[in-house]
């Protein structure tokens, strides 16, 4: 491995980039900067190039995706939050009893849908910069592993500054009061420390990806840019095997046929980890943002583009109306398993109901359909709808520090919630100022350089012309 590829003259050629062909900054900035499909920028990018001008590559479609994603996961844990620092939270049933279905069914897709996102754009990030960026496959896992201790240095301190300055929080069975789940220390700690294991997960998923891709080019002599989808037929063939294969997946683990040991369920509290589809659904993720320029034209071609958005809200609206149809033919099977104030069971048995009950059955169908088709019209929306498909500038390149961050300030403005007497508007005012406050955490710190550099540059020019004058 670490002999692969130490210069270009060692790498296949199918993987260098073209130099019989010459590419000016004007073609660059008209095509590598567009908001064109995945491969129009690799065929860009595979030109002689600087550095700057390679890491200046960027799909944004996949950018504000991204974004949007970490917002919704922000709102996901204000949700969480609100509920459990809301005064009497288990009187909710009585007293909020419409906010609260609505929060769990709103928790319900989102947890089914935002981490799973993630891992496909990793994956697709992860292709993008091993193509495009990284000289070797060694130069890529050794930026990547660099990069990673980072984020887990950043997620060690947020939870020390979140601790210090809200904390302590009471042990589970410390106390005779019943209290939340997300009140308690091992709650707290599973929302601060859940993205640790995620990139974890994803540098071991790196790791292994960038292993086959070297095996297949030095064993297989294989293009390591070949496309595996590369026709209509086997593209609904792969989709289809993998929707059976999630189905089956998530019905039996739902009704709790498949069962993990009791170290690896205390490992996935631990980790924020216990849906339904950890860890199938994260792999054949990564995997299919790996794949995803083989195959991106046969997913766009399957909505109009002109009705993307149209189509997305319709998903939405029909996912959401079948799981409150299914919530109100099984309330409380389902409400306990949604239940926001309890530890999240990892299947319907876990939350002590049985498994000949048929509501893991529909549960466990309902969220595999929307595992498989609902990220397509949300990738189709953001690749055909100019809005989201545009530059958002510095607000999506620094999308990704929110995740260090929110969790001081969702906490901060859920414990001083309380004169909302609404529950849904109270948790739309915790996840809106958390998102803002994150935010501001990255811009003024940006803005304040950009107008020193200005600053600086005006005087060092004015200074320039004085010295013209004198000579």
Same mark, same amino acid.
């Given at each position: 491995m670490e002999a692969a590829f130490k210069s270009e003259e060692d790498a296949p050629k199918e993987c260098l980039p073209d130099t019989n062909n010459s590419i000016d900054e004007k073609q660059l900035s008209s095509e590598g900067n567009s908001n064109s499909n995945p491969a129009d920028i690799e065929n860009v990018a595979r030109q002689p190039m600087d550095k700057s001008q390679r890491m200046a590559l960027r799909i944004k479609p996949m950018d504000n995706l991204r974004t949007t994603l970490i917002v919704l996961l922000i709102l996901q844990?204000? *949700?969480? $939050?609100?509920?459990?620092?809301s005064p009497n939270p288990f009187q909710l049933d009585e007293t909020s009893p419409r906010?609260?279905?609505?929060?769990?069914?709103?928790?319900? @897709?989102? &947890?089914?849908?935002?981490?799973?996102? %993630?891992?496909? @754009?990793?994956?697709?990030?992860?292709?993008?910069?091993?193509? =495009?960026?990284?000289? /070797?496959?060694? +130069?890529?896992?050794?930026?990547?592993?660099?990069? /990673?201790?980072?984020?887990l240095i950043g997620y060690h301190v947020s939870t020390f500054v979140t601790e210090y300055l809200y904390g302590p929080w009471p042990e589970m069975g410390s106390s005779d009061t019943k209290m939340p789940y997300y009140s308690l220390?091992?709650?707290?700690?599973?929302?601060?420390?859940?993205?640790?294991?995620?990139?974890?997960?994803?540098?071991?998923? !790196?790791?292994?990806?960038? =292993?086959?891709? /070297?095996?297949?080019?030095? *064993? #297989?002599?294989?293009?390591?840019?070949? +496309?595996?989808?590369?026709?209509? %037929? &086997?593209?609904?063939?792969?989709? #289809?095997?993998?929707? *059976?294969?999630?189905?089956?997946?998530?019905?039996?683990?739902?009704?709790?046929?498949i069962r993990p040991s009791e170290r690896v369920k205390e490992w996935l509290y631990i980790t924020n980890s216990a849906e339904l589809h950890f860890p199938v659904l994260y792999l054949i993720s990564y995997v299919a943002g790996i794949q995803f320029i083989?195959?991106?034209?046969? %997913?766009?071609? $399957?909505?109009?583009?002109?009705?993307?958005v149209i189509t997305l809200v /319709?998903?939405?609206? @029909?996912?959401?109306?079948?799981?409150?149809? =299914?919530? &109100?033919?099984?309330?409380?099977?389902?409400?306990?398993?949604? !239940?926001?104030?309890?530890?999240?069971?990892?299947?319907f048995t876990d939350a002590g109901i049985h498994a000949s009950d048929s509501a893991p059955s529909f549960y466990g169908a309902w969220s595999a359909v929307v595992l498989m088709l609902f990220p397509s019209s949300l990738i189709s929306a953001f690749y055909t709808t100019r809005a989201l498909s545009k530059d958002w500038g510095i607000i999506s390149r620094t999308?990704? *520090?929110?995740? #260090?961050v929110h969790m001081v300030f969702v906490i901060g403005f859920a414990q001083r919630a309380g004169w909302i007497t609404n529950l849904l508007w109270r948790c739309v005012y915790v996840g809106t100022?958390?998102?803002?406050?994150?935010?501001?955490?990255?811009?003024?710190?940006v803005?304040? #350089?950009?107008?020193?550099?200005?600053?600086?540059?005006?005087?060092?020019? +004015?200074?320039?012309?004085?010295?013209? $004058?004198?000579?």
């Open positions: 844990h204000a *949700i969480l $939050e609100t509920v459990s620092d906010s609260l279905t609505f929060l769990m069914l709103f928790e319900a @897709i989102n &947890r089914n849908i935002v981490v799973a996102m %993630l891992f496909f @754009i990793s994956g697709f990030a992860s292709k993008f910069s091993m193509s =495009i960026r990284s000289a /070797t496959p060694l +130069h890529f896992l050794f930026k990547k592993t660099w990069k /990673t201790g980072l984020a220390q091992q709650g707290k700690k599973a929302l601060l420390q859940g993205p640790s294991f995620y990139i974890m997960a994803l540098l071991a998923l !790196d790791y292994i990806y960038a =292993i086959c891709r /070297t095996m297949n080019i030095l *064993i #297989y002599q294989e293009n390591c840019n070949k +496309h595996f989808i590369s026709t209509t %037929l &086997r593209y609904r063939v792969a989709k #289809y095997t993998l929707f *059976i294969s999630v189905e089956g997946w998530m019905i039996f683990f739902a009704a709790g046929l083989s195959y991106y034209k046969f %997913l766009l071609g $399957e909505a109009p583009k002109r009705f993307s /319709t998903r939405i609206l @029909i996912y959401s109306g079948v799981m409150y149809a =299914i919530y &109100r033919h099984f309330p409380q099977t389902l409400h306990r398993y949604l !239940d926001l104030r309890t530890q999240p069971p990892l299947a999308s990704y *520090i929110q995740t #260090y100022g958390s998102i803002v406050c994150g935010w501001l955490v990255v811009l003024i710190p803005m304040g #350089y950009r107008t020193a550099v200005g600053i600086w540059k005006k005087l060092r020019s +004015h200074g320039s012309r004085l010295d013209e $004058e004198k000579v």
